[in-house]
């Protein structure tokens, strides 16, 4: 009795599965037209194109294997063949090889009237990028979105690589203007202005940052050297994050006095220790050479200044 019911289980996930893929339009794909190129790019260039879009799942793709001439250049030939193997919509492509930079055409047509419903065109300035260029075309094909403006982090070529963008991972120096402010506190010191430097590594699944920075008003000093590890929530270059870490913080507190209509100060206090940090933010233009990141931190100190805990609940923005 048991083994009948897992039976049962399996066939109806079976059945689940394969209606899921019946819904899936058809797609017909033949061999991508190959201008200056080598003769085996044909088939190469094209399977790795049926992959990525296959990788998607919008498409169920019927990839043509063999080279047909009747199918080159022959929107009518292509449509015939699309109808005979059952396919909603074809594509029709070509690279074409100019010097040693690869033009890439990707063009998708509704196989009953033939009428082109998108298209693209990329430039692959050098061989090596075709991957990351097809790549593109597989994840955008189709959709609202040109493979022109995508920015995938995964997705990048050589070319971009050497002048905006990061490949497999990539440093960078930057600046912050923000503030602390103490929660619960609703004197005039409890809002103090803050300034940071950081050193930032990419890594793609990770982003790893060394930031020191100092916090200052009119009655106290902060000054603090973290490590913070952020996690992006998604592969573009405009994505939200989350992250935390861990930072050595000094507390300078100060005592202003009034002589006369001049002020003087003086530190009183001062204490040090490690400091807990966790929030999140958004990143733009993460995959160019110059990116904004807005953040807000929580942060819970774990030391004291003269027994008193300055750092309990302490909000940061940068």
């Given at each position: 009795?048991k083994?009948?019911?897992i039976?049962?289980?399996?066939?109806v996930?079976?059945?689940?599965?394969?209606?899921?893929?019946?819904?899936q339009?058809?797609?017909?794909?033949?061999?991508?037209?190959?201008?200056?190129?080598?003769k085996?790019?044909?088939?190469?260039?094209?399977?790795?194109?049926?992959?990525?879009?296959?990788?998607?799942?919008?498409?169920q793709?019927?990839?043509?294997?063999?080279?047909?001439?009747?199918?080159?250049?022959?929107?009518?030939?292509?449509?015939?063949?699309?109808?005979?193997k059952?396919?909603?919509?074809?594509?029709?492509?070509s690279?074409?090889?100019?010097?040693?930079?690869?033009?890439?055409?990707?063009?998708?047509?509704?196989?009953?009237?033939?009428?082109?419903?998108?298209?693209?065109?990329?430039?692959?300035?050098t061989?090596?990028?075709l991957?990351?260029?097809?790549?593109?075309?597989?994840?955008?094909?189709?959709?609202?979105?040109?493979?022109?403006?995508?920015?995938?982090?995964?997705?990048?070529?050589?070319h971009?690589?050497?002048?905006?963008?990061?490949?497999?991972?990539?440093?960078?120096?930057?600046?912050?203007?923000?503030?602390?402010?103490?929660?619960?506190d609703?004197?005039?010191?409890?809002?103090?202005?803050?300034?940071s430097l950081?050193?930032?590594?990419?890594?793609r699944?990770?982003?790893?940052?060394?930031?020191p920075?100092?916090?200052?008003?009119?009655?106290?000093?902060?000054?603090?050297?973290?490590?913070e590890?952020?996690k992006?929530?998604?592969?573009?270059?405009?994505?939200?994050?989350?992250?935390?870490?861990?930072?050595?913080?000094?507390?300078?507190?100060?005592?202003?006095?009034?002589?006369?209509?001049?002020?003087?100060?003086?530190?009183?206090?001062?204490?040090y220790?490690?400091?807990?940090?966790?929030?999140?933010?958004?990143?733009?233009?993460?995959?160019s050479?110059v990116?904004?990141?807005?953040?807000?931190?929580?942060?819970?100190?774990?030391?004291?200044?003269?027994?008193?805990?300055?750092?309990?609940?302490?909000?940061?923005?940068?």
């Amino acid at each position: 009795m048991k083994n009948i019911k897992i039976g049962l289980v399996l066939l109806v996930v079976l059945l689940c599965f394969t209606k899921v893929k019946a819904q899936q339009p058809k797609v017909f794909l033949p061999l991508l037209e190959t201008i200056n190129l080598k003769k085996n790019f044909e088939y190469a260039s094209t399977r790795l194109l049926k992959n990525y879009i296959d990788n998607t799942n919008r498409y169920q793709v019927i990839m043509q294997d063999n080279v047909d001439s009747a199918l080159l250049n022959s929107i009518e030939s292509v449509s015939a063949k699309a109808k005979e193997k059952g396919a909603t919509y074809f594509i029709m492509g070509s690279l074409n090889r100019l010097g040693e930079t690869v033009i890439v055409n990707i063009n998708l047509y509704e196989t009953e009237t033939s009428k082109k419903i998108w298209f693209d065109q990329l430039k692959a300035f050098t061989p090596e990028d075709l991957d990351p260029v097809l790549q593109r075309f597989g994840q955008n094909i189709g959709t609202a979105n040109k493979a022109t403006t995508a920015d995938d982090i995964y997705a990048v070529t050589n070319h971009e690589t050497q002048e905006l963008r990061k490949k497999e991972s990539n440093n960078n120096l930057g600046v912050g203007v923000g503030g602390i402010a103490l929660m619960g506190d609703q004197s005039s010191g409890s809002v103090l202005a803050g300034l940071s430097l950081s050193w930032s590594f990419d890594a793609r699944d990770f982003i790893f940052d060394i930031k020191p920075s100092w916090s200052f008003n009119s009655t106290r000093d902060v000054y603090s050297l973290a490590l913070e590890v952020n996690k992006p929530l998604s592969d573009k270059g405009n994505t939200p994050y989350i992250g935390g870490g861990l930072a050595f913080s000094r507390t300078a507190l100060s005592n202003e006095q009034n002589y006369y209509g001049s002020y003087s100060s003086s530190a009183y206090a001062s204490g040090y220790g490690l400091m807990l940090m966790v929030g999140g933010g958004y990143i733009l233009k993460r995959t160019s050479s110059v990116s904004l990141r807005v953040s807000a931190n929580y942060l819970q100190g774990l030391y004291d200044v003269n027994g008193k805990s300055v750092y309990n609940n302490l909000t940061q923005s940068y």
